[in-house]
C-alpha cells in the first residue's frame, strides 16, 4: 500500500471505528502488503484511505487483499466529499463511487443514482450487500446522507 498522510490514517481510524469491532492497527506484521491500513478483524475487512481521483489504484490495492481472502473498503479523500470503493473478494469485483449514509444506527454505503449496484451495510461481522435501499423514501435517504456527512466533515477535511 502506497503511503499516505497521518491525516488520511486517522480518517481510516475513525471510520474503522464507526463500522465496529477488533481493529487491527498494524495487519502489514501479519499480512505483508497491508501497511498504512486498518483490519477490521471481526469483518475480515481492510480499510484503506487515498488522496487520488476515482478508479486510480484499483488493482494495486485490491491485490494484497485478494491474496488473503479479504474484501476491501477505500476511502477516497479527493473531493468535497469522501467516496468509497469496495472490493468483494468472494468475486473479485469493485463496487466504485460510493457515498457513506446513516440509517437505524448504522453506516451504509450507498452507490451512484445512475449506477445499478447494491447498498453495502458494512459493520463487525462483514459486508452485506442488498438490492434494496435502506430507507422507504428520497427524502429519509437524502437525510441519512446529510447525517453520515455530519460525522465525518471533521476528518475528511484534514485528510
Same mark, same amino acid.
Given at each position: *500500500?502506497?503511503?499516505?498522510?497521518?491525516?488520511?490514517?486517522?480518517? #481510516? *481510524?475513525?471510520?474503522? %471505528?464507526? #463500522?465496529?469491532? +477488533?481493529?487491527?492497527? !498494524?495487519?502489514?506484521?501479519?499480512?505483508?502488503?497491508?501497511?498504512?491500513?486498518?483490519?477490521?478483524?471481526?469483518?475480515?475487512?481492510? #480499510?484503506?484511505?487515498?488522496?487520488? @481521483?476515482?478508479?486510480? @489504484?484499483?488493482?494495486?490495492? !485490491?491485490?494484497?487483499?485478494?491474496?488473503?481472502? *479479504?474484501?476491501?473498503?477505500?476511502?477516497?479523500? !479527493?473531493?468535497?466529499?469522501?467516496?468509497?470503493?469496495?472490493?468483494?473478494?468472494?468475486?473479485?469485483?469493485?463496487?466504485?463511487?460510493?457515498?457513506?449514509?446513516?440509517?437505524?444506527?448504522?453506516?451504509?454505503?450507498? +452507490?451512484?443514482?445512475?449506477?445499478?449496484? +447494491?447498498?453495502?451495510? %458494512?459493520? /463487525? /461481522?462483514?459486508?452485506?450487500? !442488498?438490492?434494496?435501499?435502506?430507507? +422507504?423514501?428520497?427524502?429519509?435517504?437524502?437525510?441519512? $446522507?446529510? $447525517?453520515?456527512?455530519?460525522?465525518?466533515?471533521?476528518?475528511?477535511?484534514?485528510?
Amino acid at each position: *500500500m502506497p503511503w499516505i498522510k497521518a491525516a488520511t490514517y486517522r480518517g #481510516i *481510524m475513525m471510520l474503522a %471505528a464507526d #463500522i465496529g469491532g +477488533p481493529i487491527d492497527f !498494524s495487519p502489514e506484521q501479519r499480512f505483508p502488503g497491508a501497511r498504512h491500513g486498518v483490519l477490521l478483524e471481526g469483518a475480515n475487512l481492510l #480499510i484503506v484511505g487515498t488522496r487520488t @481521483g476515482p478508479n486510480i @489504484g484499483l488493482y494495486d490495492v !485490491s491485490a494484497v487483499t485478494r491474496q488473503y481472502g *479479504m474484501d476491501l473498503l477505500l476511502a477516497r479523500f !479527493s473531493g468535497p466529499v469522501a467516496k468509497y470503493d469496495i472490493y468483494r473478494c468472494k468475486d473479485d469485483q469493485w463496487f466504485t463511487g460510493y457515498q457513506r449514509a446513516w440509517f437505524e444506527d448504522r453506516y451504509w454505503f450507498c +452507490p451512484p443514482d445512475e449506477v445499478d449496484q +447494491p447498498f453495502i451495510l %458494512a459493520h /463487525r /461481522r462483514g459486508l452485506q450487500f !442488498s438490492t434494496h435501499a435502506p430507507c +422507504p423514501d428520497a427524502r429519509r435517504f437524502e437525510a441519512g $446522507l446529510s $447525517l453520515a456527512a455530519q460525522t465525518s466533515t471533521q476528518w475528511q477535511e484534514a485528510a
